[in-house]
């Protein structure tokens, strides 16, 4: 579920023609400088730690962020299926 | 007097688009014979209007205001943003029809419905990837609906078949002759974003397709509540399901064809209602 405001969306600007090269790894720390997220989510977003972003991020931007991280949709289903959740308590 | 001729309903999975010249043969070769049999039924309807139902895909709202209906009453509306779409899709922008979109508005509204409106709506994979395969030339005018069903809470599918209920009389009350066919899409089952992505739950379909066949509305409404908490998040989708078979009047379907499909990430369904008097 989508609980954090920011980090939600960052997800969603990067949907942008420019999303991709905003996040480039050479990018991001200043993309970040626009999102006021906490520092644990800032250190998951540069980390790539998805299992921690999991939990407050709208599942259809979480799909649409692990693309544009490089992960096809067998990667993707690799990640998301690796993270241990109590789904029916983070999705309802 | 405008009349409601049609109503359909089918998968919009973005991998349609995104895959298409790289899918299996065999998967393509169901979505060309099954789509263009929903374009073949639908043209020879010659629809003056086509409203469709959706979920908006994270591309015209955001937390800032998610809209529960919004119906859009542009004169036209902007083609498919995504990346993916833009070598399939054909058109830049697409027709509305904003004098029945407002009258469907101010009729809601008396009927103690609260949708919102927009006069500026782009139009995703969600409505344009079965507007895309049916290949329907010439365009009818669009009246898009949008409504949220990527972050909850959702509309109810008791709403939804008020909502369909309620698009039927006003579609009737509309004083201009006009044909119109609605068309909802999304479903069937699917998982995204979510621990158990590629999750296609052919159980959860089967049992929906019964219930479109002969349920009544109110067991219907109860039975697939409590089905949509155990299947994946996209199966919310089905809820503009629920808008086409209750604007045809809840009186069976033909299903022009299910198959679950693990590459497009759904189980994909096709179908046409049956349209009461």
């Known amino acids: 579920m989508a609980t954090d405001y920011w980090l939600n969306k960052l997800l969603f600007d990067l949907q942008g023609p420019e999303g991709k090269s905003r996040w480039a ?16 989510i800032r250190q998951a977003l540069l980390d790539d730690d998805y299992e921690y972003l999991y939990p407050m991020t709208n599942p259809y931007l979480m799909r649409f ?21 109590n789904e029916e308590k983070v999705h309802g | 007097m405008a009349k409601l001729v049609g ?17 299996a043969f ?3 070769e169901w979505l060309t014979t099954h789509y263009d049999e929903m374009g073949r039924r639908l043209k020879a309807l010659d629809p003056d209007v086509l409203i469709i139902h959706s979920t908006d895909h994270w ?86 609906v949008f409504m949220n069903l990527v972050e909850k809470p959702f509309p109810t599918p008791k709403r939804c078949l008020a909502w369909g209920h309620m698009l039927r009389d006003a579609i009737e009350a509309y004083p201009d002759d006009l044909r119109v066919v609605v068309l909802g899409t999304g479903g069937l089952s699917h998982s995204i974003g979510e621990t158990t992505m590629g999750w296609v739950d052919e159980p959860f379909d089967l049992a929906c397709i019964e219930l479109f066949k002969s349920a009544s ?31 045809a009047g809840s009186q069976g379907f033909d299903l022009i064809g299910y198959t679950p499909m693990p590459d497009m990430l759904i189980g994909c369904g096709v179908a046409e209602w049956r349209i009461a008097a």
């Open chain 2, 26 to 28: 065999e998967s393509r």
């Open chain 2, 217 to 247: 509305d109110e067991k219907f409404a109860d039975d697939l509540s409590k089905m949509l908490e155990k299947t994946g998040n996209g199966g919310a989708e089905l809820r503009a399901w629920i808008v086409a078979h209750a604007v």
């Open chain 2, 7 to 23: 109503s359909f309903a089918a998968g919009h999975a973005p991998n349609v688009a995104r895959l298409w010249d790289s899918m």
């Open chain 2, 59 to 144: 591309v015209n709202f955001f937390l800032d205001n998610i809209p529960a209906f919004c119906v859009g009453i542009g004169d036209e509306h902007g083609g498919p943003p995504e990346p993916f779409m833009k070598p399939v899709f054909p058109y830049e922008s697409l027709s509305g029809h904003p004098d029945l979109a407002r009258h469907i508005v101010e009729f809601a509204l008396n009927a103690d419905f609260d949708p919102s409106y927009s006069m500026k709506l782009k139009l995703d994979h969600g409505m344009c990837v079965p507007v895309w395969r049916m290949d329907l030339k010439p365009m009818p005018a669009i009246v898009p």
């Open chain 1, 65 to 85: 962020f692990l693309l544009i991280c490089g992960h096809d949709d067998k990667k993707s289903i690799e990640i998301l299926s690796s993270i241990n959740v």
């Open chain 1, 25 to 40: 790894p050479e990018n991001r720390e200043g993309t970040l400088e626009a999102y006021p997220v906490s520092s644990e």
